[in-house]
């Protein structure tokens, strides 16, 4: 069966496949809404906190606007104050929009040693970001259930970029019949192909259903992608956002 993967151009850090752009500096693709762009005005447009169970942060948001150290220009640290001590989902953003299947671009920069964050897919499922560790629960994880098939984290002081299609769990008359799926790259590279995931993990603090049947109770409610802070300096820039209809289709692109 043919892929529908197709290289075209590897031009200043992304490569541009079938389905838009991959890696770092990916532009959006057409359809798809720009979430964070660097800046405290997106972030206040497009993003509230998660209140979950463990949520001690007050509006507005308190994830700092800084200086891109790479570009000069503008992103967005995950360093809240409510979260400091690694207390995720105290102070976790999520955006105003909720998602069903999707494909999304982020971008992130570590500045320190074991620097730790998350990129949630629907609120539900992590995409580990954390420096300096490789295995189910490190840089390029889906969490707890699958390594990357290769480490292609650009290291401290650099920007990375996941690029992600998702397709949210289905169900029938209220029951699950398919779980969710992901493909994923990870700088350019393919590192989960429709991979399928099995749960919410991290416990009620971690996000939808988390505390549900021990994070086995997954339900149909669309979530946003969410940003975890742990009281840590991870900068974001460049979110872009589609919504997709993957009925009957792969994620795979």
């Known amino acids: 069966m043919l ?10 850090g992304s490569v541009t496949l079938a389905f838009g752009q991959v890696g770092v500096g990916a532009k959006p693709i057409k359809g798809a809404k720009v979430y964070l762009d660097g800046s405290k005005k997106s972030l206040k447009k497009n993003w509230t906190y998660w209140e979950g169970p463990r949520f001690s942060a007050e509006m507005p948001i308190k994830w700092p606007e800084v200086t891109d150290p790479v570009d000069g220009g503008k992103a967005i640290s995950s360093n809240d104050p409510a979260a400091a001590g690694g207390l995720y989902g105290a102070a976790d953003i999520v955006t105003k929009d909720k998602f069903e299947d999707f494909r999304a671009h982020v971008e992130f920069f570590i500045k ?10 629907q609120n539900r499922y992590e995409i580990q970001v954390l420096d ?3 295995g189910d629960h490190g840089m390029g994880a889906i969490i ?23 397709k949210a769990a289905r169900f029938k008359n209220g029951v699950l019949v398919e779980k969710a799926r992901t493909t994923i790259y990870f700088n350019g590279v393919k590192i989960h192909e429709d991979q399928p995931i099995q749960q919410v993990w991290g416990g009620p603090n971690s996000g939808l259903d988390g505390g ?11 979530g946003g992608l969410k940003l975890q802070a742990e009281g840590h300096d991870v900068y974001y820039r460049n979110i872009w956002i589609k919504k997709l209809d993957l009925d009957g289709k792969s ?3």
Not at 112 to 121: D, I
């Open 3 to 12: 892929k529908r993967l197709t290289l075209t151009i590897v031009l200043a």
């Open 112 to 121: 320190n040693e074991g620097g730790n964050s998350g990129v949630y897919l």
């Open 132 to 134: 300096g560790d490789y």
């Open 144 to 166: 707890n259930e699958q390594i990357p098939t290769s480490e292609e984290y650009n290291g401290l002081g650099k920007w990375n970029a996941y690029d992600i299609v998702f």
């Open 212 to 222: 549900n049947d021990g994070g086995k109770g997954i339900t149909d409610r669309p």
């Open 251 to 253: 994620t795979d692109f």
